[in-house]
């Protein structure tokens, strides 16, 4: 058992093929018996990902409303959701101004690094931060976090 805190530019990978799909969904293999966790804000990102990439010559529309109904049904059952609290907004203030991340970018981190937190204090094994943005990763890195870009699985 493993805990993955996944971003949405990696967790898009999941209902649209793109480099590291394989990867990402090897996630979800129920042997493994991994806990994946997103942020409460990440369900927004993913159903505009997949509409704006709809609306593109990427995926067709119809491709687009599919996947957006599998996500919100692997959102019943795939995904715990860890909810937005005043610690972790002002925590991701202080990150986007260390590291001048986008503001979901230092929400998705200041996410990762609470549960990271939980992980740590409570004698579990740490997560690995999951991202498919390279300044991200970056910041993810620095704050100590174990971190994974799918990009690197081809």
Do not use: H
Request: aromatic letters at 8%.
């Amino acid at each position: 058992m493993a805990f993955y805190y996944v971003d949405s530019s990696a967790l898009v990978k999941r209902y649209i093929r793109e480099t590291g799909s394989a990867w990402v969904v090897s996630l979800f293999d129920p042997t493994l018996n991994n806990d994946v966790l997103i942020s409460a804000i990440t369900g927004v990102e993913i159903v505009a990902a997949i509409i704006r990439r709809g609306r593109g010559p990427s995926i067709s529309t119809t491709d687009a409303t599919a996947a957006c109904f599998q996500f919100r049904s692997d959102l019943q059952s795939d995904y715990q959701v860890v909810e937005l609290t005043d610690s972790i907004i002002n925590s991701a203030m202080a990150l986007a101004e260390t590291y001048a991340l986008r503001g979901y970018d230092a929400v998705q981190l200041a996410t990762g690094c609470a549960i990271n937190d939980l992980c740590t204090s409570n004698s579990l094994p740490p997560l690995t931060f999951v991202s498919a943005d390279n300044e991200l990763n970056a910041a993810a890195a620095s704050e100590g976090l174990i971190v994974e870009n799918p990009n690197s699985y081809p």
